[in-house]
């Protein structure tokens, strides 16, 4: 989306004078549903963004256009998010600032981007880091980045009902180009780690849509709970799975459902990956990346169980092509795509290989989405 086209619809319905930003989904190299779990991730900004154009207007009105679904809605701080709508998102920012204690004044905006939805690259993440970008510099508010992202996480708990990490917010408000976030979701400290030149990655689209995954995030969110508490009990130090070993989960096995024990299991062990791999990457060791990347696959599918027929389908015809290290589902799983790290020597060859076999099972192909890494939310220049 050009930002002529958000310029032009915003003069129109509200007059000259807004300010553009931008705020990028993400990818995340490893480390998938461990942020909530208080552990490690990898993501990465993308070159696709969510843009918006924005003016405080003086009044306590929220007046937000969106071009991509052709509506406008008037909004005020008081009112009540509603169902499964794209302005919860911008709503649920702006009221979560005022509840954080800075003054939040009615505005404008036109909004439109280009973050392909349901396909786990965090548009919606992206949708509420523009607005808090946004209004954090028109109102000069000075909100570090950090607490730009709380803000952003409490607005998809309380007004999209997801109770998401802090992953995909972080990402979008704090990514930088070539540039990994290794991130520590306990403290929120973290170090910006260079992608090796030499990893070539592909994205392909599933064509699922994540519908069911929000009361299936919630689920998982709340057995790695379950297993938490009861981990707590007989090793008071563990506050969160992050803190957990294998061993002390097999110590308390008879106390958990086979099911709670899988998450866990699942989680502890990525924990684990999140280390190995990034080491693993700082040494140019792709084998053994690709590895990691396939283990995270399985754990997700057959432990953790966020996988779907399709996801599972692309990542094993990925490996039979032999022409790719690694491949696993990215981000809350149930659809959307998969990151395959590539060989040298993988061509249009495999790729075609890859779509024409899914599609001879499915019935259509599974697209490539082109990325490449991007800057975090700013100002569009
Ligand atoms: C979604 C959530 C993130 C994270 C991932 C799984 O993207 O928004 O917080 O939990 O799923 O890693």
């Known amino acids: 989306m050009s930002a002529e086209k958000i310029h032009t619809e915003f003069a129109k319905r509200f007059g000259m004078g807004g300010t553009l930003f931008q705020a990028p989904g993400r990818i995340n190299l490893i480390g998938e549903h461990t942020d909530y779990n208080q552990s490690w991730v990898l993501p990465a900004s993308i070159n696709r963004y969510i843009s918006a154009e924005i003016k405080p207007n003086n009044t306590q009105t929220i007046r937000a256009y969106s071009i991509d679904f052709d509506e406008e809605v008037q909004l005020n701080l008081h009112d009540l ?209 690709g590895k990691l990347l396939n283990q995270t696959h399985a754990g997700l599918s057959e432990l953790y169980e966020v996988s779907c027929e399709e996801l599972n389908f692309l990542v094993r015809i990925a490996m039979e092509t032999r022409h790719v290290y690694g491949a696993r589902l990215m981000g809350g799983g149930f659809g959307g795509c998969t990151l395959n790290l590539l060989k040298e020597d993988f061509s249009e060859k495999q790729l075609h290989e890859i779509q024409q076999r899914f599609e001879n099972t499915f019935g259509y192909k599974p697209l490539v989405i082109d990325v490449k890494t991007g800057k975090g939310a700013s100002v569009k220049d």
């Open 81 to 289: 998010p509603k169902k499964n709508h794209w302005s919860n998102y911008i709503l649920g920012v702006a009221a979560e600032m005022q509840r954080a204690g800075y003054s939040i004044p009615g505005f404008d905006c036109v909004i439109s981007g280009d973050i392909p939805q349901g396909a786990g690259l965090s548009s919606s993440a992206a949708l509420e880091a523009v607005i808090a970008v946004g209004l954090n510099d028109l109102l000069q508010l000075h909100i570090p980045r950090e607490k730009l992202a709380q803000i952003c996480q409490s607005a998809e708990h309380n007004y999209a009902g997801v109770p998401c990490g802090i992953m995909d917010q972080f990402a979008s408000l704090m990514g930088k180009e070539n540039q990994a976030i290794q991130l520590d979701c306990r403290t929120l400290t973290y170090t910006y780690f260079p992608i090796p030149e030499g990893a070539r990655w592909l994205l392909l689209h599933s064509g699922v849509k994540h519908k069911l995954a929000d009361s299936e995030y919630g689920k998982r969110r709340n057995e790695c709970e379950q297993g938490v508490e009861v981990l707590n009990a007989q090793f008071p130090e563990i506050k969160s799975l992050r803190d957990a070993s294998l061993q002390q989960l097999h110590a308390v096995k008879v106390k958990l459902t086979d099911t709670v024990f899988n998450r866990c299991k699942y989680v502890i062990e990525e924990n684990e990956r999140v280390a190995l791999f990034c080491q693993a990457l700082q040494q140019n060791d792709f084998e053994t990346a």
